[in-house]
T-cell receptor
Framework: AQTVTQSQPEMSVQEAETVTLSCTYD???????LFWYKQPPSRQMILVIR??????QNATENRFSVNFQKAAKSFSLKISDSQLGDTAMYFC???????????????FGTGTRLQVTL | GAGVSQSPSNKVTEKGKDVELRCDPI?????LYWYRQSLGQGLEFLIY????????KSGLPSDRFSAERTGGSVSTLTIQRTQQEDSAVYLC?????????????FGPGTRLLVL
């Protein structure tokens, strides 16, 4: 079974600053995916960024980037130039790689509530 | 294109009543998932569908919970004889099952309150 740990229940950052959210996971799988999802007060879960475990290069999406350390089983999210609209709950999630034509569930961490302030 | 939709957005019911929650996945997505988000338990997997079959029902908390999917599209999650501990947000997601495209896209959820 997989577990995902987010050790920061809440974080705060000033607008335009950079913040890093931590995530560690435990698995015996070798092929898997890692995700960061954002959940604003509207409660819609929005994909922020995704990383394939077989890729050594860290994923980036505009102001969002990850630091993926496979050996350490660490997957942190860096948000640069924070904006008020980044205020949300952020969930780290793990999904093992399935064979083509099969699906696999997400295992989530407990989330980090991020508040962006003026 | 259209995203995942869920209905109703909110549902208030009395303890002991049955409820049905509906999920309409992204067109063409073969996999569909149900999750539950509650204060005490965080985000929990309930069940997923591959087409119309459910290979993994391991997350359903009791036999009061059931789900079906018809025509490889719409899914309904049914909770019978609701209990107060069933109060939560029920999230649905869908995905393709092609290599590299398994990302799950979520609907807005149904908030269920059992009085």
């Amino acid at each position: 079974a997989q577990t995902v740990t987010q050790s920061q229940p809440e974080m705060s950052v000033q607008e335009a600053e950079t913040v890093t959210l931590s995530c560690t996971y435990d698995t015996s799988e070798n092929n898997y995916y890692l995700f960061w999802y954002k959940q604003p007060p509207s409660r819609q879960m929005i994909l922020v960024i995704r990383q394939e475990a077989y890729k050594q290069q860290n994923a980036t999406e505009n102001r969002f980037s990850v630091n993926f350390q496979k050996a350490a089983k660490s997957f942190s999210l860096k948000i640069s130039d924070s904006q008020l609209g980044d205020t949300a709950m952020y969930f780290c999630a793990f999904m093992k790689h399935g064979f083509t034509g099969t699906a696999s569930k997400l295992t989530f961490g407990t989330g980090t509530r991020l508040q962006v302030t003026l | 294109g259209a995203g995942v939709s869920q209905s109703p957005s909110n549902k208030v019911t009395e303890k002991g009543k049955d409820v049905e929650l509906r999920c309409d996945p992204i067109s063409g997505h073969t996999a569909l998932y149900w999750y539950r988000q509650s204060l005490g338990q965080g985000l929990e997997f309930l069940i997923y569908f591959q087409g119309n079959s459910a290979p993994d029902k391991s997350g359903l908390p009791s036999d009061r919970f059931s789900a079906e999917r018809t025509g490889g599209s719409v899914s309904t999650l049914t909770i019978q004889r609701t209990q107060q501990e069933d109060s939560a947000v029920y999230l649905c997601a869908s995905s393709l099952t092609l290599a590299g495209q398994e990302t799950q896209y979520f609907g807005p959820g149904t908030r269920l309150l059992v009085l």
